[in-house]
Antibody
Framework: EVQLVESGGGLVQPGRSMKLSCAAS????????MAWVRQAPTKGLEWVAT????????YYRDSVKGRFTISRDNAKSTLYLQMNSLRSEDTATYYC??????????????WGQGTLVTVSS | DIQMTQSPTSLAASVGESVTITCLAS??????LVWYQQKPGKSPQLLIY???ILEDGIPSRFSGSGSDTQYSLKINSLQPEDFASYYC?????????FGAGTKLELK
């Protein structure tokens, strides 16, 4: 059974940093692209970043480019999101997702339970 | 960026009815359209990918159609567990973009 378990969320002040982790199990982690998708309270879904199966390619939405870094450790089956210079508009539940196939297509087949990041002073 | 315009924003229906949700892409996404269902307090769940392909384990009352820029999700014979929010997503290229969502409520 595919499992994605996020951790690392919480309350953080504007301008500070936070690192999210996502522990994956139940599949061969190194075969799949992964992504972070967020959802602000009572709002819709917003793609944040994607990383290829081997970590060689990364993609970001414009609003986080230069502030967030997606990475992975295939030996540990873990996905990360380093978030710097956090803003109030980054407040959201962050979901770790796995692509449906190994083809690198952005179809998000599996989702973690989410971790809430609140940016506030 | 590809914009995804989803309608309606909300929809009220009764158990047993059929409903259709539509999604319009700002440019051709060549069938790379995904539908998700999200229940309150839960993570989204993949329903349909490639515009028409039903994910394993999803009931056959859900179906997707469309091509180019116009797509739709149809739910036949609504069941109590279907009342939730639904999102479409451009899966063609980054930035992957979602529709604003449709909240399906019990009439």
């Amino acid at each position: 059974e595919v499992q994605l378990v996020e951790s690392g969320g919480g309350l953080v002040q504007p301008g500070r940093s936070m690192k999210l982790s996502c522990a994956a199990s139940g599949f061969t982690f190194s075969n799949y692209g992964m992504a972070w998708v967020r959802q602000a309270p009572t709002k819709g879904l917003e793609w944040v970043a994607t990383i290829s199966y081997d970590g060689s390619s990364t993609y970001y939405r414009d609003s986080v480019k230069g502030r967030f870094t997606i990475s992975r450790d295939n030996a540990k089956s873990t996905l990360y999101l380093q978030m710097n210079s956090l803003r109030s508009e980054d407040t959201a539940t962050y979901y770790c997702t796995r692509d449906l196939t190994t083809e690198g297509i952005g179809w998000f087949a599996y989702w973690g339970q989410g971790t809430l990041v609140t940016v506030s002073s | 960026d590809i914009q995804m315009t989803q309608s309606p924003t909300s929809l009220a229906a009764s158990v047993g009815e059929s409903v259709t949700i539509t999604c319009l892409a700002s440019e051709d996404i060549y069938g790379s359209l995904v539908w998700y269902q999200q229940k309150p307090g839960k993570s989204p769940q993949l329903l349909i990918y490639g515009a028409t392909i039903l994910e394993d384990g999803i009931p056959s009352r859900f179906s997707g159609s469309g091509s180019d820029t116009q797509y739709s999700l149809k739910i036949n014979s609504l069941q109590p567990e279907d009342f939730a929010s639904y999102y479409c997503q451009n899966g063609l290229s980054t930035p992957y973009t979602f529709g604003a969502g449709t909240k399906l409520e019990l009439k």
